[in-house]
């Protein structure tokens, strides 16, 4: 209940701000609760929000506050970029996620520059798309189930042509009267599988950021494994947060 009137307050203060604003609009300072999970935060409905021509970094002050959740900001790296504390945001927006607010706010502020954020360690950090690339993570993705074929318990084949024309010849020297035909094609298929699942991560999930189209990332499989060094973000399209644990596939 304190969260919905907390919520509730700040969305009628910050539209009654806006409402009554010109160059001189002012967020609310609304109270301060708890810090709480980032990766939730960024996923949980925001109050209206309705701003014209507010510094970015008011209006991350108020998502901040209102969300609960750490969210920090590398100015140094924006400043770099062009992208200033006064830097506008117009926005007249309801019903939309933290994630999706505090990335309209930032376009917003930075039309010619990318900027992303990303959760590390509870935190949500925002700075430059070409920053946040710099920054390699190494991680590995159980991806046996996906790439082995199924396991069969069909027994060997007996080839009765093979033993007749073995014991016409007088035996020995021959390949054996059983024939296992799945080891070699089960190794091939896996194999294949996975090379189709590299190309197709490749394709999908950043094309730009892999070393095979001039970028820094790196992707192999091994013994039902992959490999990947990449970017946070490449690390959450794939299998979830790089800093947590028991994923469906990372871990």
Not at 114 to 122: E, R
């Amino acid at each position: 209940m304190k969260r919905v009137a907390i919520l509730a307050i700040g969305s009628v203060l910050m539209t009654a701000a806006a409402m009554g604003a010109d160059q001189g609009t002012t967020l609310p300072a609304v109270g301060i609760h708890p810090a709480v999970n980032a990766r939730w935060a960024l996923d949980e409905v925001m109050p209206d929000v309705n701003v014209d021509g507010v510094g970015i970094d008011r209006v991350i002050d108020f998502l901040r506050n209102v969300s609960g959740a750490n969210i920090v900001v590398d100015w140094n790296t924006l400043t770099g970029a062009g992208v200033g504390k006064d830097a506008p945001v117009t926005l007249q927006v309801r019903g939309l996620t933290l994630r999706k607010v505090l990335q309209l706010a930032l376009d917003q502020a930075s039309p010619n520059t990318a900027l992303t954020m990303s959760v590390d360690q509870n935190v949500i950090e925002v700075t430059t798309q070409e920053a946040a690339d710099r920054k390699l993570v190494t991680r590995t993705y159980s991806v046996a189930d996906l790439v082995l074929p199924p396991v069969t318990s069909a027994p060997p084949t007996l080839s009765l042509t093979q033993a007749t024309q073995q014991g016409s010849q007088g035996g020995g020297g021959g390949s054996g009267l059983f024939t296992d035909t799945n080891s070699q094609q089960t190794q091939q298929t896996s194999q294949q599988r996975a090379d189709q699942l590299v190309t197709l991560i490749r394709t999908m999930v950043r094309p730009t950021i892999w070393q095979e189209n001039g970028g820094t990332a790196s992707i192999s499989y091994f013994m039902g494994q992959l490999v990947v060094t990449a970017p946070m973000s490449v690390h959450e399209t794939i299998g979830g947060s790089p800093e947590s644990s028991g994923e469906r596939y990372g871990f």
